[in-house]
């Protein structure tokens, strides 16, 4: 909220009247589409102020809403957008509520349509498909489908939204089989603009269904996902950490597991170094990942081998383990930018589904606003000396995972121009008014104009 506060106050002291003139007719749609939100969803639905949406940045939980409404169908989440189109009132859009700037998915000042209500889970008869409401957070989600011993393709953390997940791409451990989780989606119900319901698949709106996988929050709200279903039982996961003397001996069995064993698509894993002040030195944490509930399958033998310090790796079910992760993980930080090997047969999967591509993610924690612009600094220059160090060792790539991009980078411009420009002909298309864009209602994330 402070730099929110800070920006205006410039603003209006630069551009006297008129901007205070703006600012008055802005007040007055967030006033009216509240109250109309209010009289229309009562107060099981409808919050005023911030109540208690569940958020893991330090940055969105500092951002102050006008009110909030949580729909329950696709009807309402129509109902709100007309609402809010009719009031020309900011918005905000909340899935999980991972995102980690004010406006992402928290509106600064506006309104916040939480999608936390809209958990429905269908599954198909041949329980190869399964329609899911996009409020789902990644446990819900592999709760209700343990029950039938399937799953889809979800990440690592318990309480990462899906509707952000799939809508940015989404790694999952099932990625060397299945591809990313966009890769997976059949259908998206869809509501436009223009607040009214598209169902958009790749026969019905090949050009939006295209925009989809990868567009973000640039098309308008998605209700439900139907997706791929695949069967899933108990699995091999955990985390292993490692005194930072074995960095070498983990960086070598990454490699290995990465081209040995690229094909043994069962298998998944990523690791990640963490600085601790006390010592002035890393630890390292491992992941293994085996789809199947075998404790020492043949991929792992080497790193098995490895001395370390504390292990949790063990059969169990998925959601059990994204219970582990988000503890490893807690909200409240601040952060900025995290790395995750991009297998080979994942990108091989995900072409047979229509293509998307790998990722290094530096992720920073801090405690306090003051440090924002130096944390930020740091974050620019480890990534412009990556960026360098890589362009010469000959194995730069500019594609950027926009789930995990920092807000000063590009990651749309980094799809490719071809694919940008697609992508904005296809924005303009379905939301002549710009809604969805820079200048419009619902700004926050990356936007394509
Ligand atoms: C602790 C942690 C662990 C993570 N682990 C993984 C991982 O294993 N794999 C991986 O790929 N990524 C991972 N991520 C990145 C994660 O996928 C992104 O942060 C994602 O955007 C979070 O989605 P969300 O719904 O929780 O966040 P939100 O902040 O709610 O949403 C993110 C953006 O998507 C938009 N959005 C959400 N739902 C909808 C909808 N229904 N319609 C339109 N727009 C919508 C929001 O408006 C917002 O702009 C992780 C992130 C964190 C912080």
Redesign the pocket.
């Known amino acids: 909220m402070a730099s929110f506060k800070s920006s205006f106050i410039t603003t209006l002291l630069r551009h006297g009247l008129a901007i205070a003139f703006a600012t008055a007719i802005a007040t007055q749609g967030i006033t009216s589409a509240c109250s109309r939100l209010a009289t229309t969803f009562g107060p099981d639905a409808y919050f005023p102020g911030n109540g208690n949406i569940t958020?893991?940045?330090a940055k969105?939980q500092e951002t102050n809403s006008a009110c909030w409404v949580q729909p329950t169908s696709t009807e309402d989440v129509s109902t709100i957008l007309g609402h809010i189109k009719d009031t020309s009132c900011r918005f905000?859009?909340?899935?999980?509520?991972?995102?980690?700037n004010p406006d992402?998915?928290v509106s600064a000042g506006g309104v916040t349509i939480d999608?936390q209500r809209m958990r429905s889970i269908e599954v198909s008869p041949s329980q190869r498909i399964v329609k899911l409401g996009?409020?789902h957070?990644l446990l819900s989600l592999y709760q209700g489908l343990e029950k039938y011993n399937l799953t889809s393709l979800g990440?690592?953390?318990a309480?990462?939204?899906?509707?952000?997940?799939v809508?940015?791409?989404?790694?999952?451990h099932l990625s060397p089989k299945y591809g990313?989780?966009m890769d997976n989606v059949f259908e998206y119900e869809l509501v436009l603009p223009n607040a009214t319901v598209a169902i958009v698949n790749e026969v019905t709106q090949p050009d939006l269904y295209f925009a989809l996988r990868g567009g973000?929050?640039n098309f308008?709200?998605?209700?439900h996902f139907t997706m791929r279903a695949v069967p899933q039982g108990q699995m091999l996961a955990g985390t292993r950490t490692y005194t930072a003397d074995k960095r070498d001996a983990i960086i070598q069995q990454a490699y290995q597991l990465t081209t040995k064993w690229k094909n043994d698509t069962a298998m998944a894993f990523h690791y990640s170094f963490g600085y601790k002040q006390e010592a002035d030195d890393y630890t390292i944490a491992f992941n293994p990942g085996y789809s199947l509930p075998i404790l020492y399958p043949a991929p792992f033998e080497e790193q098995n081998q490895i001395p370390f310090e504390t292990g949790t790796s063990r059969i169990g079910w998925n959601s059990q383990f994204s219970i582990e992760?988000?503890s490893a993980?807690p909200s409240g930080g601040r952060?900025n930018l995290?790395i995750?090997p991009l297998f080979e047969a994942a990108i091989r999967a995900g072409k047979e589904r229509g293509g998307s591509a790998a990722v290094v993610l530096l992720t920073v924690r801090w405690e306090n606003a003051e440090d924002d612009d130096r944390i930020d600094a740091f974050a620019r220059r480890w990534v412009r000396r990556s960026i360098a160090v890589t362009k010469v060792a000959g194995r730069f790539h500019p594609w950027l995972?926009i789930?995990?991009a920092g807000k000063h980078q590009d990651p749309f411009r980094a799809y490719g121009e071809a694919n940008l420009q697609r992508l904005k002909v296809i924005q303009r298309d379905v939301d002549p008014q710009g809604l969805f864009t820079s200048q419009g209602l619902?700004r926050?994330?990356f936007k394509l104009r």
């Open positions: 958020v893991w940045d969105q905000a859009v909340k899935g999980g509520g991972h995102a980690r992402d998915s999608m996009s409020g957070v990440g690592r953390v309480d990462v939204g899906l509707g952000g997940f809508l940015g791409g989404g790694f999952s990313l989780a973000m929050n308008g709200i998605v209700t992760s988000a993980t952060s995290v995750q995972y789930n995990y619902c926050g994330y």
